[in-house]
């Protein structure tokens, strides 16, 4: 499938070395939830969740209007809606309006984020998100 070559904008190795199995261009507006068992990057537009089991990139000119769940996130372009994920990185040109959830996060000189920051064990966070967001 699709890798990403040494000179890519995104620096850590373990990252680079992933698999992308789908690309959603630059042109391309989704209207609906995404699922995927491997790797994808966003360039497009997308309107609806994101629920990936790996890696989702979303590039410098994409928007994504719903909540992402994933593995490992990096941000080059605008999210609005919450994060659920493992890793999150958020380069100088991206945005994130909404809470995450996360057990390690890294945030560029230039990277704008407004909204809660959740940091420890998923397993255990998740609950208590989920009871605030019910009340």
């Known amino acids: ?3 990403f070559n ?7 190795s373990k990252v680079t070395n992933e ?3 789908t690309i959603i261009g630059e042109d391309l507006v989704v209207e609906g ?3 995927s068992l491997a790797s994808i990057r966003v360039d497009g537009k997308v309107n609806g969740n994101v629920d990936v089991q790996k890696l989702v990139i ?11 769940s994933t593995k490992k996130i990096i941000v080059f372009g605008k999210i609005t ?12 040109t991206g945005l994130v309006n ?22 420890n064990s998923i397993q255990q966070e998740e609950k208590k998100f989920e009871k605030n967001s019910k009340s």
Do not use: H
């Open 98 to 119: 909404g809470d995450i959830i996360v057990q390690a996060i890294e945030i560029e000189m230039g990277g704008k984020y407004n909204g809660n920051l959740i940091m």
């Open 19 to 21: 698999a992308i199995t």
């Open 33 to 35: 939830n995404l699922t």
């Open 81 to 92: 809606g919450n994060i659920k994920a493992a890793e999150v990185q958020i380069k100088k």
């Open 58 to 68: 979303v590039g410098e000119k994409a928007q994504v209007s719903g909540d992402i």
């Open 1 to 3: 499938m699709f890798k």
């Open 6 to 12: 040494s000179n890519s904008n995104v620096t850590n």
